[in-house]
């Protein structure tokens, strides 16, 4: 079915070529990295997480997110859902490569990456979460795959692709805990120190991938004619509008025990995040941008009048996800590491090859979701020919 992929319009081409020109950026940037180290980031000694492992934690999010379409597909026969859950899972394995990615340019030198397999220990959380990535990688991209050559071949699914999938819903849920429990098992680390971020972790989670799922959807719509169904559309947006309510209130829920119980430690942490420290406020404004979108997204989608509406469903979508992106990205790591212990006040900025490294991410990612999506897309569309 590859041969699907290598056939298309003069503007799939073009876009294509576009991505290639964000990986191209992206290698040249990362090779300048490896040869001068990760001096040339904003990150340093006080502040080691930055924009790479931002984008990490929000798409692992974005990754788990394909049980929403999965669970109700196939435990539940949800028929609708029929033409949007392939694209739900193979979304799943672009992201799970892009937060593989971003682990990769994260460490420095690559060859670290083989320290785990080569001295693998079970009481390491960063050895669970390779575990659990590879393997969601495997069970999305095996049964989507296999499952969609057995409809170009009008033939039933293997035997084996069944359990697969119903191994893939809870292992879904297991990645994002997994990566909520690296920051929480950090006991140095007030705050993320918190039993409460692997369920606000999963919140965001299903709350932002179905939400990037609709958007595709509505891309793939206006510029393929592929339509995955209104009455589907409308269910993952009901997703999101649980989702959303879900997390906002995991919110409240943080700020109200840190300011509540005034501990210091913890409190430090929050004050830098939504009020800002000795004239760095910059994270303040995003964060604070993000709680205003998180509110308005909430508004128009809690009101059937407006979540129905197909004009305002994709900036609906587009406030999650900017909303979320934040939550999840620099407003999580970076008041984690400030106040420093010795509660001084530092500052990270992302510089230009960091943005170039992940703008590389990005399109290597963008390539496999058109790749995969342009494939779904052919498959669906002679099977509705009769071809």
């Not at 760095?280 to 129905?308: D, Q």
Request: net charge positive.
């Amino acid at each position: 079915m590859v041969e699907k992929a290598l056939k298309g319009t003069k503007r799939y081409w073009t876009w294509i070529g576009f991505l290639l020109f964000l990986i191209l950026i992206g290698f040249v940037s990362y090779l300048f990295q490896l040869k001068e180290g990760l001096g040339i980031t904003g990150m340093g000694r006080d502040i080691s997480w930055g924009l790479y492992i931002a984008n990490f934690t929000f798409f692992v999010g974005v990754a788990a997110s394909a049980v929403m379409v999965v669970l109700p597909y196939y435990l539940h026969s949800f028929v609708q859902f029929g033409r949007i859950t392939i694209l739900g899972e193979f979304l799943a394995v672009a992201a799970v490569v892009i937060t593989v990615l971003f682990i990769v340019v994260d460490l420095g030198q690559p060859s670290r990456v083989f320290n785990i397999l080569l001295y693998p220990s079970f009481s390491s959380l960063l050895f669970w979460d390779m575990v659990v990535l590879s393997g969601y990688l495997f069970l999305n991209l095996f049964s989507g795959w296999y499952t969609l050559d057995a409809e170009d071949k009008e033939e039933p699914p293997l035997r084996w692709v069944k359990p697969l999938i119903l191994i893939s819903i809870p292992w879904a849920i297991s990645i994002h805990t997994v990566t909520a429990f690296i920051f929480s098992g950090l006991s140095a680390r007030p705050f993320w120190l918190t039993a409460i971020l692997a369920p606000r972790f999963l919140a965001s989670a299903f709350a932002s991938g179905p939400s990037l799922l609709i958007l595709l959807c509505y891309v793939l719509k206006k510029f393929t004619k592929f339509d995955a169904g209104k009455e589907a559309i409308q269910k993952v947006a009901l997703i999101v509008t649980y989702a959303m309510l879900i997390n906002f209130f995991f919110l409240l829920v943080e700020l109200f025990t840190v300011f509540y119980s005034a501990i210091p430690d913890h409190k430090g942490h929050f004050i830098y995040l939504f009020l800002g420290s000795n004239g760095t406020g910059m994270l303040s404004v995003f964060m604070w941008f993000s709680v205003a979108l998180s509110i308005c997204s909430l508004v128009l989608l809690i009101r059937p009048e407006t979540r129905k509406n197909e004009s305002l469903l994709p900036w609906i979508c587009g406030m999650v996800l900017v909303s979320i992106w934040i939550e999840k990205g620099l407003a999580l790591l970076i008041p984690g590491f400030i106040p420093t212990p010795l509660h001084d006040i530092a500052s990270y900025v992302p510089t230009l090859p960091e943005v170039f490294i992940t703008l590389g991410v990005y399109g290597l990612g963008g390539l496999i979701i058109t790749g995969l999506f342009k494939i779904a897309i052919e498959v669906q569309k002679a099977k509705e020919k009769g071809i």
